[in-house]
């Protein structure tokens, strides 16, 4: 290779070298991390926007009654959902789990689940609970009133424009829970089931 | 040898008669019985669950499928001593039927009244007693149940006015009788100091809907009360409850003029 020859190829280096450099920044620029703040900023608090509490309500909830024939209802706080049907989802949600403070009880058989909530423009709403409130009921027809009876009452008072509540299992329409009360219609309210509530119906956290 | 085996399965058929006959009058005593007159009404008896379905069952863990098998046979021997009377149980071992067959089978034998024999249970062991219950939609107010009728052509020309009920509300049309049925009951069982506080309810319960005559749901007592299951589960006690089912039934029969 000539004397010229190497000149060109070290230029070619070069100039190969200041044009990577260049691309490597501008690549660094746009897609890298942000640059740190200045010292000055740094030490400035920054301003925190403070997360707005969502509002709560007590919803009813219906339960046993202390004397083990009827239905009174108790209170629960809760948050505040922005539908009634999300609200009586919340309700339901609540309610499965609940365990009331002694002498009151929860209808509901351990270890139901909620599979989903559906509500109509007449005014029906459809609760899919898993098939372990009928596995696990204990039966009797009082009994299976007191537990259909304080699912439908707790949708209606968490949904009041709401008329009537069908209970499903796994999904599809049943004849009974544990082979009386007639789960093939919806049901409406059966206030003779029910009781005022108890001055000091709280349940336990 | 051919000896000794006859022997053998003769000794074997005598213990098997013995142990059959023994287990048949501990469910259902004998009485005599007269064949039905053609004129016969029909009673329905359902013990309630079966098969797979045991219902509840008492703290001994006797699961109320058999209580309201035996009594249901026992109702049916006490029963069927009048010859004016025939009683059908809508299932006479242990197989599940559906709600809706029970009640299918009261209609198609055009019952004069259907009796759902029912144990009931509580979370806990202080309710006690018998309570009867008749069908109550809770959607049933205001519900014209005596419609006039839709004249249709028949065979021959003419025509036949027919009423077309809702299937879930006919049972309605009988809510007076029924009420009266589970109210002599009721009757029967207070005399006995056996009634719940509850005594007659309504509900809407499965096996009622559809009936096409009076129906009533018998729960003879409380599995998880110790007296009540005293009674439900010894061959005294369900005599006894048979007797009181039976008389008011036949006093409910008697202020019911026959069709």
């Known amino acids: ?205 | 040898m051919q000896r000794r085996l006859s022997g053998f399965f003769l000794v074997l058929a005598l213990v098997g008669s013995a142990s059959w006959l023994r287990l048949r009058a501990d469910e259902a005593p004998s009485q005599p019985q007269a064949p039905p007159t053609a004129d016969a009404r029909i009673i329905v008896i359902d013990p309630g669950h079966g098969g797979d379905d045991a219902g509840t069952a008492s703290p001994a863990g006797l699961p109320e499928k058999d209580i309201t098998l035996a009594i249901a046979r026992r109702l049916r021997t006490a029963l069927d001593s009048r010859p004016d009377l025939v009683t059908v149980l809508t299932r006479d071992d242990d197989r599940r039927v559906s709600l809706r067959d029970r009640t299918a089978l009261a209609n198609t034998r055009k019952a004069a009244a259907l009796v759902s024999l029912h144990v009931n249970a509580s979370a806990a062991d202080t309710l006690h007693g018998a309570e009867f219950t008749v069908l109550a939609p809770d959607d049933a107010g205001g519900v014209a149940l005596e419609s006039p009728g839709t004249p249709l052509p028949v065979a021959g020309g003419a025509t036949r006015v027919i009423e077309f009920a809702p299937w879930d509300r006919v049972a309605l049309r009988h809510r007076t009788d029924s009420l009266r049925l589970a109210r002599a009951m009721a009757s029967a069982f207070e005399a006995e100091g056996q009634l719940s506080p509850r005594g007659v309810q309504s509900a809407p319960l499965a096996v009622l809907t559809g009936a096409t005559m009076p129906a009533v749901v018998a729960d003879l007592g409380y599995a998880t009360h110790a007296d009540d299951m005293a009674r439900l589960g010894s061959a005294e006690g369900q005599e006894a409850i048979a007797r009181q089912l039976r008389d008011a039934l036949l006093q409910f029969l008697v202020e019911t003029p026959a069709p």
């Open chain 1, 1 to 205: 290779m000539t004397s010229r020859g190497v000149t060109l190829a070290v230029a070619g280096l070069v100039l190969a070298a200041i044009f990577g450099w260049v691309l490597l920044a501008q690549i660094t620029r746009l897609f890298g991390p942000p640059p740190a703040p200045a010292a000055a900023t740094a030490t400035t608090p920054s301003p925190m926007v403070a997360p707005t509490p969502r509002a709560r309500v007590r919803m009813p909830l219906s339960v046993v009654a202390a004397d083990d024939a009827h239905l009174v209802t108790v209170p629960q706080d809760m948050v505040q959902e922005s539908s009634p049907l999300d609200q009586a989802r919340g309700a339901l949600d609540a309610l499965l789990t609940l365990t009331p403070r002694t002498p009151l009880s929860s209808a509901i058989s351990p270890g139901t689940t909620l599979l989903g909530l559906y509500a109509t423009d007449t005014g029906d709403v459809y609760v899919d609970l898993g098939g372990d409130v009928a596995r696990a009921h204990p039966g009797g027809t009082l009994r299976e009133l007191l537990t259909v009876y304080s699912i439908v009452h707790t949708v209606l008072d968490a949904m009041p424009s709401a008329t009537s509540v069908q209970i499903l299992i796994d999904g599809r329409e049943v004849e009974t829970l544990a082979g009386h009360v007639d789960l093939r219609h919806p049901l409406r309210r059966a206030e003779h089931l029910t009781r005022p509530p108890a001055p000091s119906s709280e349940t336990t956290p």
